[in-house]
């Protein structure tokens, strides 16, 4: 089983669109698929159409055993299942910090999905916290959406050095550009040079366009209502090299 | 997780199945298609003895648009599926497209072919049934099933609900909908069983077993016709498909049920009309003994790729002359075999037998099915004693053969009689017996097997084949021959447990509670 977090330290820059549209990709391709929306904000469970409610709250799937087990919904797409968010997962932090070895939590909880799943895609709330460090112990690889920006692209540093200074297992990390507008000179020649200079970044970039916005409408995945636009065939891209990086 | 599912049947003529179900939901769900139905072609699979069903599974192989597909489903939620295009029936499961479906159906189907037990056409549509939030809640499959045999009707269609992860309730809520409508029954009936029903048939209906159901005060007559009348059913099962040569089990369980009848007719010819058991003895004799070649050469063949694995100083191709030699004369031994099967001799003793024992009536005076047992058991249990118990180191093979014969007798014996023992003690016997019986096969496979290679040898030197050849022969033969020497020498210790105090203890209980 791998285990592919969603991440970026700055928030709205596509991190829960490319989790849904991702996961929906690894699905189709018949693998089994979990995606867990650990963001208060409930935006993967919402496109997904699944109430953002867990039995116990985050205190509850903290502590483990069959608690996770009874909040998985299946989604309506065949091998993809969700852990849908709850409004007190915004307490995650406080309720990780209460238990013992709390950055090594999240990993061990995910440990015995390993026969049920291939993928566990996580999309994680922005910011640096203790859930962001427990997030990182438990990925394979860490997609890191950056708008091509010069203010974005700091931020990468930031988080890349973040992960080299973490104790024990650090996971791979995998950026690519997002929310790119082929009518700015900036982004259009940071998307062509950044994949060019550095290993840790995609070839692949996701456009800015209304198709995407338009998800929330839809409540599905662009990579369905929508598998021949450009946006759909973005992250078909991305997914190939993912995939390529995971299996 | 298990897949939490209801199925039903929809009766009712007058209203679509879409336009039923969506009433039946509204307003509470709705009714949304998945995809454009479509027409399959649906063939149910399994071997002769239903392996596959016997281990709580269904197999399919299902053609349509796009390519041809095996589906394997289990009774706990299992299901592999793959493409499978092309694949004629029946077929070994060695023979399927490499992955997790072929060595899940090779542990379990071994030697056996899978051939087709039912086929049908089926129309099949697929709707999502959503809850107020537009969320699929469940999976909805209907199935027009209509087999596939000239008059057949269709079956009533099949709604089959499957709950999404998560949504169980909402899916109990959805089947209780469902079945208050006009027309809809609940249904446990699997599509195979169903498709099966239609031709008068169930499926699982075979078994190699000799599962008589005996009673202890019947006349031992009536009870040894049951037996035979049993073997004999077992016997014509496996013709046709011994002559179609589709696996080497139609064969062995034809030459078992040829054996246990000889066996039946020797220890109990006193309890059949006079001169009935003379009169047929010699006519199964015929058949056992042209059923040898066959089944011999299947043994080698079978073992044939473990033997050459184990070749010391030979390359396993070396051995390809001695295989494709062995393979020819296995073709023209059962040419040979399904032409006695054809004849008319053949068709002429299995009716005149037939016959024989449904005219069988009681005797005025005569023993009880117990007590016959008990003295038949007691005897040959006996004569194994007896006759092991003479057999030394210098015994010629001769002696061993005959009291694996003797062994046979006893086995078939308890086998008969079965329903008249106490299960744990028949176990008991059995195991007893048994591990003297692989002993005493396993020398006995052998010496065959160094006979057929000796015989391989000096014919094939005659057509010239290459030297390499001839030396890995004789590499199999020294391992061939080493495994008949640790037979031998094992075979005292094996009889000595079978002829200890606790296991001639078992068998005394068997024969007391069966003539009890």
Request: positive net charge; charged residues 25%.
């Amino acid at each position: 089983m791998k285990i592919v977090a969603t991440y970026n330290i700055k928030g709205g820059v596509g991190k829960t669109a490319a989790a849904v549209n991702l996961s929906h990709l690894a699905a189709r391709d018949g693998l089994r698929v979990l995606l867990a929306d650990l963001d208060p904000q409930a935006a993967a469970s919402y496109l997904f159409r699944v109430r953002p409610r867990v039995k116990g709250g985050g205190t509850a799937l903290i502590r483990g055993g069959a608690g996770l087990d009874r909040a998985v919904k299946g989604t309506d797409f065949a091998g993809l299942d969700l852990l849908p968010a709850d409004f007190t997962f915004r307490n995650l932090d406080l309720i990780l910090d209460a238990t013992k070895k709390p950055a090594q939590r999240l990993a061990r909880l995910l440990r015995p999905l390993t026969t049920s799943y291939d993928v566990v895609f996580i999309d994680c709330p922005p910011g640096i916290s203790l859930l962001s460090e427990a997030v990182l112990h438990a990925a394979d690889l860490v997609l890191a959406p950056v708008i091509p920006t010069t203010l974005s692209l700091r931020t990468l540093d930031q988080l890349t050095e973040f992960i080299r200074g973490l104790d024990g297992h650090k996971p791979a990390v995998l950026a690519f550009c997002s929310m790119t507008d082929r009518r700015k000179r900036l982004h259009k020649e940071i998307t062509q040079r950044l994949p060019a200079e550095r290993e840790d970044v995609a070839a692949a970039a996701i456009p800015a366009l209304s198709v995407v916005e338009q998800m929330a409408v839809q409540r599905s995945p662009v990579t369905a209502f929508a598998p021949r636009s450009a946006a759909a065939r973005a992250y078909a891209a991305l997914w190939d090299e993912v995939r390529a990086r995971l299996f | 997780m298990g897949v939490h599912t209801h199925d039903f049947a929809y009766t009712d003529g007058e209203r679509p199945v879409s336009q039923a179900v969506r009433e039946a939901l509204a307003p509470r769900f709705s009714v949304v298609p998945a995809a454009r139905s479509r027409t399959l072609r649906r063939t149910w699979l399994d071997t002769f003895d239903w392996r596959l069903r016997r281990a709580g599974l269904t197999l399919e192989y299902v053609t349509g648009r796009g390519p041809a597909q095996l589906v394997l489903c289990g009774t706990a939620g299992e299901r592999i599926t793959a493409v499978a295009n092309g694949t004629r029936w029946p077929a070994l499961a060695e023979g399927l497209p490499g992955g997790p479906l072929r060595d899940r159906l090779q542990g379990l189907t071994s030697v056996r072919a899978l051939l087709p037990a039912a086929k049908a056409a089926s129309r099949v549509a697929q709707f999502r049934l959503c809850n107020a939030d537009a969320k699929t809640v469940a999976w909805l499959t209907v199935d027009c099933l209509h087999p596939s045999r000239p008059g057949a009707t269709g079956l009533p269609a099949r709604l089959s609900l499957t709950a999404v992860r998560g949504y169980r309730g909402q899916t109990d809520r959805i089947a209780r909908c469902l079945a208050a409508q006009p027309g809809v029954f609940p249904t446990t009936l699997p599509p195979l069983d169903a498709v099966l029903a239609t031709a008068g048939q169930a499926p699982g209906g075979y078994t190699n077993k000799v599962d008589v159901d005996l009673s202890a005060a019947m006349p031992a007559r009536m009870a040894l016709a049951a037996v035979l009348l049993r073997l004999l059913d077992t016997l014509e099962a496996n013709v046709a498909g011994t002559i179609r040569d589709i696996d080497t089990e139609f064969l062995h369980d034809l030459r078992v049920s040829v054996r246990r009848t000889r066996t039946a007719l020797k220890l109990g010819a006193g309890l059949l009309p006079e001169g009935l058991a003379g009169e047929y003895r010699p006519a199964f004799k015929w058949l056992g003994d042209l059923t040898t070649p066959t089944r011999d050469l299947d043994v080698h063949l079978l073992t044939f790729a473990a033997g050459a694995a184990g070749l010391t100083s030979a390359s396993p191709a070396d051995l390809e002359p001695f295989h494709h030699y062995l393979a020819e004369r296995r073709a023209a031994e059962q040419r040979r075999l399904a032409r006695a099967l054809r004849s008319a001799r053949f068709t002429t003793l299995t009716k005149a037998w037939r016959g024989a024992l449904t005219g069988l009536t009681p005797p005025r005076r005569g023993p009880d099915a117990a007590h016959a047992a008990a003295r038949i058991i007691g005897d040959a249990h006996r004569r194994i004693l007896t006759r092991g118990g003479a057999i030394s180191a210098g015994s010629p093979p001769e002696k061993l053969h005959d009291l694996r014969k003797r062994c046979k007798e006893l086995r078939y014996a308890l086998e008969f009689f079965a329903s008249l023992h106490d299960p744990a003690s028949h176990r008991r016997a059995v195991r007893e017996l048994k591990g003297l019986q692989d002993c005493l096969g396993t020398y006995q496979d052998c010496q065959v097997q160094l006979a057929e290679i000796r015989e391989a040898a000096a014919d094939l030197l005659a057509i010239g084949v290459p030297a390499t050849a001839l030396l890995a022969m004789g590499d199999l033969a020294a391992h061939v021959g080493e495994r008949e020497r640790r037979a031998r020498s094992e075979f005292s210790g094996r009889f000595a447990a079978f002829a200890s105090r606790e296991a001639r203890a078992d068998f005394a209980v068997l024969a007391a509670g069966a003539g009890a």
